[in-house]
């Protein structure tokens, strides 16, 4: 079994940062993709950022050049590091996992997520 655990969201105005942290604990040995969905309240779950054990990653337009996902294998932690924060990119934020070593960018694929973290961009 595979447990996530997010932390780093919160409330920060437009054009501020927030650094989100998952780390996985249990089976981390599986995890080969490690990313970043999020989902607004009515609307389907999106994808953020992936990134992959052998280092392939996948970045969502609405936010290149803005965000950031890196890993640490070590510590089984996946990070977001989130700048210039607009008010649309308001939403509950969820990491997922899973073992294919594939940047897939639909949510049915991950096996593994955690209990999401908010985040709320003020204007």
């Known amino acids: 079994q595979v447990q996530l655990v997010e932390s780093g969201g919160g409330l920060v105005q437009a054009g501020g940062s927030l650094r989100l942290s998952c780390a996985a604990s249990?089976?981390?040995?599986?995890?080969?993709?490690m990313g970043w969905f999020r989902q607004d309240p009515g609307k389907e779950r999106e994808i953020v950022a992936v990134t992959t054990r052998s280092g392939r990653t996948y970045i969502a337009d609405s936010v290149k050049g803005r965000f950031t996902i890196s890993r640490d294998d070590v510590k089984n932690t996946v990070y977001l590091q989130m700048d210039s924060l607009k008010p649309e990119d308001t939403a509950v934020y969820y990491c997922?996992?899973?073992?294919?070593?594939?940047?897939?960018?639909?949510?049915?694929?991950?096996?593994?997520w955690g209990q999401g973290t908010q985040v709320t961009v003020s204007s």
């Open positions: 249990g089976r981390t040995f599986s995890l080969d993709a």
């Open positions: 997922a996992a899973d073992s294919a070593d594939v940047p897939r960018t639909v949510a049915y694929a991950y096996k593994y």
